[in-house]
Structures are given as structure tokens and as C-alpha cells.
């Protein structure tokens, strides 16, 4: 079976709708040459058109990076002040999954520990990691990095569970003389972390895995000759 | 809410169709991967928002409903209520909470608006009362200490009226008395204060039975009124006949009786209190009912007197010094407090061209017993001055006499002096005035100046004079006597002891004149004796000077 | 056609059945926007201790939050909460029903590219994760209250699971018809399910 990409049909179906249209500046659409600076919009719906998400692995890059930069503050940085009778405590995330697992609510621990600790690592390693595969355009397993691509995207969401922790324990243990708990940085930071690798992995264009793959592949049609 | 994988080519699948389609397509592009599915019943879907909506509704509709009045207390600080949190407690249960704090206007007070539940709108009446429950020391004791765990909350007592109020002045500290508390309320009209304050305790035999809840000044200020709340069961123990006094603190008097000390508790020692039972021998009596007005003495002693009736006025004039005699003195009728002196003056007699110094005083007959005051009851007023002339006839007088010699205090003492000069009373006077007496010791005094005066008149230093020319003389006379009379007088002893012997044999037997002197020897022995007695006597009993022996008629 | 299709090269999915039942998101659009309207409206639970008590709503929670100082925190609370969800629904609710009806709403593309944009990030399923794990949190401190809020999140995350499942992308191609019925004079019908090309159809 060989595989036909839209892109080398010259092509694009719009993000937006989903229409697929004739990319101009393509050998079909030589009827429509490209101008430079000319952005193609979707007949139907009017979203600008990309072939592939502009700037998809720069834009990766740096979103990654400063997400790897405030990934330090954000477990060094207590996330949640205790005043209490007993005194004043400042816990980290890592020190929650701790509490946590030494209280005895191991599957409360485990909960924390994935979302918190386990999916923003993986999330940077493994963007980082197809990041830096695409960029060296490597046919290395693609079906498995699209996969892995996959998995990354979906469950990103879930390391916020931490921060709606911190903001509903902040609201509830309000009680003036036994016990008060405020945020901490770390809080901020790690939503920070959160959002920026959730960004970095929407930025992130998975048809470049394919491209890359098509180059060299018995499987791909061949490559019509780019005019843009 | 997961996505799709990114971008895809149109729902269509395959090759698109459309005004845009390349016409020279590869013919064996792949197929996409179709996976039949089976379909759903859609329209019972719509029972879901359906649902969604009325249990919505319901949850709004039962929000509003549960909602009681608001009401508005205001506070003088909001220290520990906090907006949306702190609730309103009745018997521990929450009737409201705080929705909002603010100022008032005038930023002198605190408007605390208070959202009530359904069960709780008959708390918005006229005379229920608010406060907030915060940690408190007072008179009571320490309350409120549970607050400092689970936060202030504003307490309630409930009013019994059905006049439906929603602006309310919250207390500063809580009642002395819910209204659910089972007693009695009284007043009490005393003369001071004291050391009383609110919760201050109430005693009945030594037991604490109640509090005071409320005290005021009257309104013309010759008084202050008391309110007390004695709780249940002991409120029977208040009868119409109860007396009442202040127990409070150390009641410390000196006076002509001596000194007394007398307290009730230690805790009445710190922070006051009152007592009361009835007089001693007495029943209880009929109960008391509610807010029965009572007088309150300013000690037990003062409050088991019986009453004293009228007093009346009486004036004696004393010819004396009434230096130790103070006003409120006793005026004492045989050892019992008749009445107490209320003034001491001193008048210009200018007829007599001499000061007397009247003392007036105030008697109550009333103490006399019963009889006396039933015996001149029946009589009448005129009844009363007959028997005061028949008294005074009898030797009533007024005497001043020393209560105490440690502190020199003068007390005036009635009594009967059957030989006292008779003097007529005019009782149509008012004041009265009784005749006096003066005090034996005064007599001795006298006496004593009189003997000294007259000392005093001997002129020593002409028997002086005169008994040093005496002596000159006699000193002369011994030289004569030497020179001339020498041996004439020792003719005259030689004759004088034949005279000696012949008197010798005389005197030897029992002449008269021995016998006489033995008796009046026995004579003095006796006399001797008994001044001896005399003398021992009026060691052991000093006082007998003054007041003689007690069954002597006579006086000293 | 009313099976799911999927690409034969890297799996991705390609078009879901489940996406033109209109009515039945319709309904659940609604159910769910009337029940993030009590979950935002009641308090989530209530503690008690010892006879203190303490209770939240989401939006007072993002007030405590803003009141301490974290205003960006309680920024992105607030959007992956209540705000996109909010976008996302009433968008929904705003095409779906005048579609239904065969009308393309004004704005049509605006609206449905917002909820496109809009989608990754409403996170009421992780919140109600987050609850429960603070629910259990708190169950060694305090005695814990469910309060209405709790059980309308829990009811919320599965309404929306079922609506994440629609794809919106298949509003375009039933607006296209409804365009082309227009045009063509047409009488516009009430419940659309777009013309299925079936699979292996070719141009021409």
C-alpha cells in the first residue's frame, strides 16, 4: 500500500473545518502562484491555511525549555503554607506525595505522584524527545512516536490536578485559630509548567514525524517537486 | 475532552469532492479504516437537561424558601464574627449565620446583618436578646473558652413577645439571666452600693442561690435599687418577711460595744454579695412573688432588728464636756440599744449665763418589746407622755458614761435614778427633753478640785517663814536650857524617878487605864481590818467606784 | 454511515459517528450547561471541625485565592474551569440549535473556531478529580460535607464526556448543506446528517 499525504498532493485540509482544498503554489494549484507574504485562507471557513504548523519546531523548542526552566521552582517552591496550632509547615508537591504515602492513602499518593510528578516529566521528555527526532529528521519508528505523541497530548490535562488541590484546600481550611493554608509559589510555577507544555504540545505538528518518514520510504508516493 | 489527532483531511474520508478536487487522483489510494458502530436511542435524551433543569429549580427554590427574616444587630466591634461564616447558636444549635459587616453611618457602630433559617423567623421579636460568645472573664468566671477553638458565635435568648422586630442592639456582654432561667426576680432598696456589681452572688445560709443582675441609682438619688434573681428551687425560700443585708467584704466595727469582725465567705471578701434569710424564730412565711421590693441593711445585725417604728426625737442638755461622744452613739436603756444620738450642739443659756450642750437623739420605743409598744398603742399618744412624766417622776434621767476606756467613746445611758432631784418634764415640747444626770466620775472629779483648791489656799511659804523664826528661837531657848535649866533638871529627874517608881507600882495591875488602852487598841485592829477589806475589794472590782456594788442601793 | 473510520497508516481517527446524533448533543448541551450553572452556584463541601465549619464554591475559591496574592493561579483556574467551559457550552448551545433547525447562525465560523480553540483546555474532569482527591484529603482532618456542588461536577463530567465526543468539524459540512439547500430553493430539513460520501467513493 502506498500512502498518498495531502501534502504531496499538493493539498491542505483546513484545521479548522476540516475542507480539503488546493494548496495554491502547488503544481495543482499553479493556477493560484504564490505570492510571498500570501496566506491561503479555507474556502469555507476562512482560517489561514498551513501546510504544516509554522515554526511548529521552534516554537516546541521554546516552549519546552522555559517549561523545563520553571519546572525547578515548581518542586523546589513550597505550594501550600500550613499555620496551625502546631505550627507553620510549607509542603512541596514531592512532600505531599510523601505525606500522602505515609499516612497510609497509598492510592492517593500514587494519584498525586503521577499527575504531578510523572506526567510533566514525561510530557518534557517525551516532546523533547520528538522534537529532537523531527528536527533531525529521523525514521525511527514513526508510528510509535505518533503514539507516544498521542498519549503525551491527552493526558497533559491531568497535572493540573494539582493546582485545583492547592486552590480547594487554600478555600476550605480556613479555620481562623486551628489551622490556615495559603498558596505558595510553587503553585503558580507548576500551573505555569502545566500550560506551557500543554501549549508546546499543540504547537507541536505530528505530520512532521510523517515527513520525514516519507523521504526515504518505499511507502510514500513519490515527491512532486515543491515550488514554494 | 480529548481531540482528535490534529488535522485531518475531511469527514468525507477518501478523496473529497467538491468544486477544488484534482481531477488526475492516483486511483488506489488507501480506504480508510471503517468501523461500524451501532446507533443509540436519541430522544430520550432529552430527559437529561430536563432533569438538569428542575433539579436546579429545586435546589434554588429550596435555598429560598429555608430563608428566614434578616435581621440587623448592631454591635460596638466586630472582633471574631467574620462575614458568611459565623453563626448564630441557640442551645448549641445554629439558627442563623452572618451574611455581611459593616459600618454604620456614623461609624460608631457595627451593623451585622444576620440571615436566620425557616425554623428560627420567631426569633425576630421585640425582646430577644443578642450577644457575641467570645473568651470572657468575669465576676462569673471564665466562659466563652470554647470559642477560642471553634471561633465566636452570637448567642441568643429568646423573647416571649410577638411583636416581630428586625433591628436589634446586641449586648456587650452576655445577660446575667436568660429568659428561659427558672427564679424569681426581686428589688432591693438600699442606702449604698457597696462592693456589688453585676454577678455578684446572692447567699442564703452561706449557699449561693442566685445573682445580682441589674443595679440603678434612684431617681432622686437617696437610694440605690438592686435586682436580683434568685434561680429555682430556692426562691421559695424568699418569703415576704426575708431580710436582707450586704455580706459583703469584712464587717469591721469598733464602737462603745467592742470590736467585731464578720465575714461571709472569701468570695464575698473580693467581689461583694448579699443575703438574706428570715428573722431568726420566724417561719418563712408566704412566697414571695415576683419583683417584690425589699429594703436592704447595710449588715445582718441591722437587718434581724425588728422594725423599728417611729423614731422619736429627744433632747438632752449636758453640763459637761462631750468630748468621745460621737453622732450615731448609742443611747442605751439598761444594755439595750434604744435609739442613737443624731446631733450634738452647744447653746447659750443667757439667762443662767452659762453653755449647755444639748444632744439630740432619736429613740425607738418600738424596742422596748411588744408589750410596752402594745400597752402604749392602746393608750394612745396621751397614754405615752403619761407614762414618759410617770418615768421621769421615777428618776428617768440621761447619763453619759464610757463604752469603752480604751478609746475614751461616750455612750448616753438611760436609766432610773430614784435618788436624783426631781425635775418636771413639759412633754407637750417637741423635741422632748429629758433630765440629766451628771456622770459619778465627774463627781469625783470635782471633789478632787475641790481638795485641791484648798491646798492650794494654805499659804506654805508663810508657815515657812514662821517655822524658821520657831526655830531660831528654839535654838535659843536650848542654849538656855543648857546653861540654866541643866541642873534643875537633874534635881528635877532625881525627884521625877521616885515619882516614876511610885507610878510604876500603879500602872503594873490592871489599872482602868491599861484596860482602857487595850481596848481602844482592839478598836483600831478592827477598823484596820476592815479598811483592809476595803482595799482588796476595790482591787477586784474597780468599778464599783463608779457604779457601786451591784446590789447596792446607795450610790458611791 | 455509522461506523468510525481511521487512518490505515498512523491509526488517527478520522471521523466518528457519534458526531451527527445533533440531538442528542443538543440535549446533553443543555443538560450540562444548567448543571455547571448549580455547580458553580452551590458550595462543593462542607468541613466541620469540632463545630467550626467551612465551606467553598469554586468562584469563592478562586476569591480566596485572589485575595492571597496568586492572581495567575487563580487566572488559570478560573479559564480551564469556568471560563472555557462556559465558551465551549454556550458555544455549542449557540450553532446547535439554530442548525437544528436549519439555519446557519450568524458568525457560524467564528463561533465554531473558538470552541475548536477553546476545547483542550476546559478541564472540569480534572477538577473533579481534584476534588475527590481534596475530599479524601480532608477526611483526616475534618468531618466532610457533600454538598450540591460535588454531585453536579460529578454529573457534569460525564455530560461533557459525551459531548467532547461530538466533533464540531461536522457542524461545517451540515452548514454546507443547509447553504447548498438554500440555494438550491430547497426547503431546509430539520435534522441533518451530512451527505456520507461512502468509503471508496471517487471523484468521478
Given at each position: 500500500m502506498k500512502y498518498l499525504s495531502a501534502a504531496r498532493a499538493g493539498m491542505i485540509g483546513c484545521h479548522a473545518c476540516g475542507h480539503v482544498q488546493v494548496c495554491d503554489g502547488s503544481a495543482r494549484g499553479a493556477q493560484r502562484a504564490a505570492s510571498p507574504g500570501h496566506r491561503q485562507r479555507c474556502g469555507r471557513c476562512a482560517a489561514t491555511l498551513h501546510r504544516r504548523q509554522p515554526d511548529s519546531i521552534t516554537r516546541t523548542w521554546a516552549l519546552l525549555i522555559a517549561a523545563a526552566i520553571l519546572y525547578i521552582p515548581a518542586n523546589l517552591l513550597p505550594v501550600l503554607h500550613t499555620t496551625s496550632l502546631f505550627g507553620n509547615e510549607d509542603d512541596t508537591i514531592m512532600s505531599g506525595v510523601v505525606y500522602f504515602w505515609v499516612s497510609g492513602d497509598w492510592p492517593l499518593a500514587v494519584i498525586v505522584f503521577v499527575a504531578s510528578i510523572l506526567v510533566p516529566m514525561l510530557k518534557l521528555s517525551v516532546l523533547a524527545l520528538l522534537a529532537w527526532t523531527t528536527q533531525r529528521r529521523s525514521r525511527w519508528r514513526p508510528l510509535e512516536r505518533t503514539q507516544l505523541y498521542r498519549i503525551v497530548e491527552r493526558i497533559g490535562r491531568w497535572s493540573m490536578l494539582d493546582v485545583f488541590v492547592v486552590t480547594l484546600t487554600v478555600a476550605l481550611v480556613r479555620f481562623k485559630s486551628l489551622a490556615v493554608i495559603t498558596a505558595g509559589w510553587g503553585a503558580l510555577a507548576f500551573a505555569c509548567v502545566v500550560v506551557l507544555t500543554m501549549m508546546a504540545a499543540l504547537q507541536f505538528d505530528p505530520r512532521l514525524i510523517w515527513d520525514c518518514a516519507d523521504e526515504r520510504s518505499p511507502h510514500a508516493f513519490p515527491r512532486e517537486p515543491k515550488h514554494d | 475532552m480529548t481531540s482528535p489527532q490534529g488535522p485531518s483531511?475531511?469527514?468525507?474520508?477518501?478523496?473529497?469532492?467538491?468544486?477544488?478536487?484534482?481531477?488526475?487522483?492516483?486511483?488506489?489510494?488507501?480506504?480508510?479504516?471503517?468501523?461500524?458502530?451501532?446507533?443509540?436511542?436519541?430522544?430520550?435524551?432529552?430527559?437529561?437537561?430536563?432533569?438538569?433543569?428542575?433539579?436546579?429549580?429545586?435546589?434554588?427554590?429550596?435555598?429560598?424558601?429555608?430563608?428566614?427574616?434578616?435581621?440587623?444587630?448592631?454591635?460596638?466591634?466586630?472582633?471574631?464574627?467574620?462575614?458568611?461564616?459565623?453563626?448564630?447558636?441557640?442551645?448549641?444549635?445554629?439558627?442563623?449565620?452572618?451574611?455581611?459587616?459593616?459600618?454604620?453611618?456614623?461609624?460608631?457602630?457595627?451593623?451585622?446583618?444576620?440571615?436566620?433559617?425557616?425554623?428560627?423567623?420567631?426569633?425576630?421579636?421585640?425582646?430577644?436578646?443578642?450577644?457575641?460568645?467570645?473568651?470572657?472573664?468575669?465576676?462569673?468566671?471564665?466562659?466563652?473558652?470554647?470559642?477560642?477553638?471553634?471561633?465566636?458565635?452570637?448567642?441568643?435568648?429568646?423573647?416571649?413577645?410577638?411583636?416581630?422586630?428586625?433591628?436589634?442592639?446586641?449586648?456587650?456582654?452576655?445577660?446575667?439571666?436568660?429568659?428561659?432561667?427558672?427564679?424569681?426576680?426581686?428589688?432591693?432598696?438600699?442606702?449604698?452600693?457597696?462592693?456589688?456589681?453585676?454577678?455578684?452572688?446572692?447567699?442564703?445560709?452561706?449557699?449561693?442561690?442566685?445573682?445580682?443582675?441589674?443595679?440603678?441609682?434612684?431617681?432622686?438619688?437617696?437610694?440605690?435599687?438592686?435586682?436580683?434573681?434568685?434561680?429555682?428551687?430556692?426562691?421559695?425560700?424568699?418569703?415576704?418577711?426575708?431580710?436582707?443585708?450586704?455580706?459583703?467584704?469584712?464587717?469591721?466595727?469598733?464602737?462603745?460595744?467592742?470590736?467585731?469582725?464578720?465575714?461571709?465567705?472569701?468570695?464575698?471578701?473580693?467581689?461583694?454579695?448579699?443575703?438574706?434569710?428570715?428573722?431568726?424564730?420566724?417561719?418563712?412565711?408566704?412566697?414571695?412573688?415576683?419583683?417584690?421590693?425589699?429594703?436592704?441593711?447595710?449588715?445582718?445585725?441591722?437587718?434581724?432588728?425588728?422594725?423599728?417604728?417611729?423614731?422619736?426625737?429627744?433632747?438632752?442638755?449636758?453640763?459637761?464636756?462631750?468630748?468621745?461622744?460621737?453622732?450615731?452613739?448609742?443611747?442605751?436603756?439598761?444594755?439595750?440599744?434604744?435609739?442613737?444620738?443624731?446631733?450634738?450642739?452647744?447653746?447659750?443659756?443667757?439667762?443662767?449665763?452659762?453653755?449647755?450642750?444639748?444632744?439630740?437623739?432619736?429613740?425607738?420605743?418600738?424596742?422596748?418589746?411588744?408589750?410596752?409598744?402594745?400597752?402604749?398603742?392602746?393608750?394612745?399618744?396621751?397614754?405615752?407622755?403619761?407614762?414618759?412624766?410617770?418615768?421621769?417622776?421615777?428618776?428617768?434621767?440621761?447619763?453619759?458614761?464610757?463604752?469603752?476606756?480604751?478609746?475614751?467613746?461616750?455612750?448616753?445611758?438611760?436609766?432610773?435614778?430614784?435618788?436624783?432631784?426631781?425635775?418636771?418634764?413639759?412633754?407637750?415640747?417637741?423635741?422632748?427633753?429629758?433630765?440629766?444626770?451628771?456622770?459619778?466620775?465627774?463627781?469625783?472629779?470635782?471633789?478632787?478640785?475641790?481638795?485641791?483648791?484648798?491646798?492650794?489656799?494654805?499659804?506654805?511659804?508663810?508657815?515657812?517663814?514662821?517655822?524658821?523664826?520657831?526655830?531660831?528661837?528654839?535654838?535659843?531657848?536650848?542654849?538656855?536650857?543648857?546653861?540654866?535649866?541643866?541642873?534643875?533638871?537633874?534635881?528635877?529627874?532625881?525627884?521625877?524617878?521616885?515619882?516614876?517608881?511610885?507610878?510604876?507600882?500603879?500602872?503594873?495591875?490592871?489599872?482602868?487605864?491599861?484596860?482602857?488602852?487595850?481596848?481602844?487598841?482592839?478598836?483600831?485592829?478592827?477598823?484596820?481590818?476592815?479598811?483592809?477589806?476595803?482595799?482588796?475589794?476595790?482591787?477586784?472590782?474597780?468599778?464599783?467606784?463608779?457604779?457601786?456594788?451591784?446590789?447596792?442601793?446607795?450610790?458611791? | 454511515m455509522k461506523g468510525s473510520a481511521r487512518c490505515p497508516r498512523c491509526g488517527a481517527l478520522l471521523y466518528r459517528p457519534s458526531a451527527v446524533q445533533l440531538e442528542r448533543i443538543t440535549a446533553l448541551t443543555l443538560a450540562a450547561l444548567f448543571t455547571f450553572l448549580i455547580a458553580q452556584a452551590f458550595p462543593i463541601v462542607e468541613l466541620d471541625v469540632n463545630g467550626a465549619t467551612s465551606q467553598t464554591t469554586l468562584i469563592g475559591a478562586l476569591v480566596a485565592l485572589w485575595n492571597e496574592g496568586m492572581e495567575l493561579v487563580a487566572i488559570a483556574v478560573f479559564c480551564s474551569t469556568i471560563l472555557f467551559p462556559l465558551i465551549e457550552l454556550t458555544a455549542l448551545l449557540y450553532v446547535l440549535v439554530p442548525v437544528r433547525a436549519g439555519v446557519v447562525p450568524p458568525h457560524f465560523n467564528l463561533v465554531l473556531r473558538a470552541i475548536q480553540f477553546v476545547r483542550p483546555w476546559g478541564m472540569i474532569e480534572v477538577l473533579m478529580l481534584g476534588i475527590l482527591v481534596t475530599i479524601v484529603k480532608m477526611t483526616s482532618l475534618a468531618h466532610v460535607i457533600p454538598e450540591a456542588a460535588l454531585f453536579a461536577f460529578g454529573a457534569l463530567t460525564l455530560m461533557l464526556a459525551v459531548v467532547v465526543l461530538f466533533d464540531p468539524r461536522a457542524l461545517w459540512d451540515i452548514a454546507d448543506e443547509i447553504g447548498a439547500r438554500r440555494c438550491a430553493g430547497l426547503p431546509g430539513e430539520r435534522r441533518g446528517a451530512p451527505p456520507a460520501a461512502g468509503p471508496g467513493a471517487q471523484a468521478r
Open positions: - | 483531511p475531511s469527514s468525507n474520508g477518501g478523496p473529497p469532492q467538491g468544486p477544488e478536487l484534482p481531477p488526475d487522483l492516483p486511483p488506489d489510494l488507501p480506504e480508510p479504516i471503517a468501523t461500524p458502530r451501532s446507533g443509540w436511542l436519541p430522544s430520550l435524551v432529552w430527559l437529561v437537561p430536563l432533569v438538569a433543569a428542575l433539579v436546579g429549580i429545586a435546589l434554588v427554590a429550596k435555598s429560598v424558601i429555608d430563608r428566614g427574616p434578616t435581621i440587623t444587630i448592631s454591635f460596638s466591634t466586630a472582633e471574631g464574627l467574620e462575614p458568611g461564616k459565623t453563626k448564630v447558636k441557640y442551645k448549641d444549635v445554629d439558627i442563623g449565620s452572618v451574611k455581611t459587616i459593616r459600618l454604620s453611618r456614623d461609624h460608631t457602630r457595627v451593623l451585622v446583618s444576620v440571615q436566620l433559617t425557616k425554623e428560627a423567623d420567631d426569633f425576630a421579636v421585640e425582646d430577644t436578646r443578642f450577644w457575641i460568645v467570645r473568651p470572657r472573664i468575669g465576676t462569673s468566671g471564665v466562659t466563652g473558652l470554647g470559642t477560642l477553638l471553634s471561633g465566636a458565635y452570637i448567642g441568643v435568648d429568646a423573647g416571649r413577645s410577638h411583636e416581630s422586630q428586625s433591628d436589634f442592639v446586641g449586648l456587650e456582654k452576655p445577660p446575667a439571666v436568660t429568659g428561659d432561667q427558672k427564679g424569681r426576680r426581686f428589688s432591693l432598696h438600699g442606702a449604698s452600693l457597696g462592693s456589688i456589681d453585676i454577678g455578684s452572688p446572692v447567699y442564703y445560709r452561706r449557699v449561693q442561690v442566685g445573682q445580682v443582675v441589674g443595679f440603678a441609682l434612684d431617681r432622686d438619688g437617696t437610694g440605690v435599687s438592686i435586682d436580683v434573681f434568685v434561680d429555682s428551687p430556692y426562691d421559695q425560700y424568699v418569703g415576704l418577711d426575708s431580710r436582707w443585708w450586704h455580706a459583703s467584704g469584712v464587717d469591721l466595727r469598733l464602737d462603745s460595744s467592742g470590736l467585731k469582725l464578720n465575714t461571709q465567705s472569701l468570695a464575698t471578701v473580693i467581689i461583694g454579695g448579699l443575703a438574706f434569710q428570715s428573722p431568726p424564730g420566724e417561719a418563712i412565711g408566704p412566697e414571695a412573688p415576683d419583683d417584690t421590693v425589699f429594703r436592704l441593711a447595710g449588715n445582718e445585725g441591722d437587718a434581724m432588728r425588728a422594725p423599728d417604728g417611729p423614731p422619736l426625737t429627744v433632747v438632752m442638755n449636758f453640763n459637761q464636756s462631750l468630748r468621745g461622744l460621737s453622732v450615731g452613739a448609742t443611747v442605751d436603756f439598761r444594755g439595750i440599744e434604744l435609739g442613737e444620738v443624731t446631733a450634738i450642739g452647744v447653746q447659750y443659756d443667757p439667762k443662767a449665763r452659762n453653755f449647755t450642750m444639748p444632744v439630740t437623739m432619736n429613740l425607738y420605743p418600738d424596742r422596748l418589746g411588744r408589750r410596752f409598744r402594745e400597752s402604749v398603742e392602746q393608750g394612745g399618744e396621751a397614754a405615752g407622755k403619761q407614762l414618759l412624766r410617770t418615768l421621769v417622776a421615777h428618776g428617768l434621767r440621761g447619763q453619759l458614761r464610757t463604752g469603752n476606756l480604751l478609746t475614751n467613746q461616750l455612750y448616753i445611758a438611760l436609766d432610773l435614778f430614784p435618788k436624783a432631784a426631781p425635775v418636771a418634764i413639759d412633754v407637750g415640747r417637741s423635741p422632748l427633753e429629758l433630765p440629766t444626770v451628771p456622770n459619778t466620775l465627774e463627781e469625783l472629779q470635782v471633789q478632787v478640785a475641790d481638795i485641791a483648791r484648798k491646798l492650794d489656799q494654805i499659804p506654805f511659804d508663810q508657815i515657812s517663814k514662821n517655822l524658821n523664826g520657831t526655830l531660831q528661837s528654839a535654838n535659843s531657848l536650848f542654849k538656855q536650857l543648857d546653861t540654866q535649866l541643866a541642873p534643875q533638871a537633874r534635881d528635877t529627874l532625881a525627884a521625877a524617878e521616885r515619882t516614876f517608881g511610885a507610878a510604876q507600882s500603879t500602872l503594873q495591875q490592871d489599872s482602868p487605864l491599861q484596860s482602857d488602852m487595850h481596848q481602844a487598841l482592839t478598836q483600831l485592829t478592827q477598823t484596820l481590818q476592815t479598811l483592809n477589806a476595803l482595799a482588796d475589794y476595790l482591787e477586784r472590782h474597780p468599778e464599783s467606784l463608779l457604779r457601786g456594788k451591784n446590789k447596792d442601793p446607795k450610790q458611791p | -
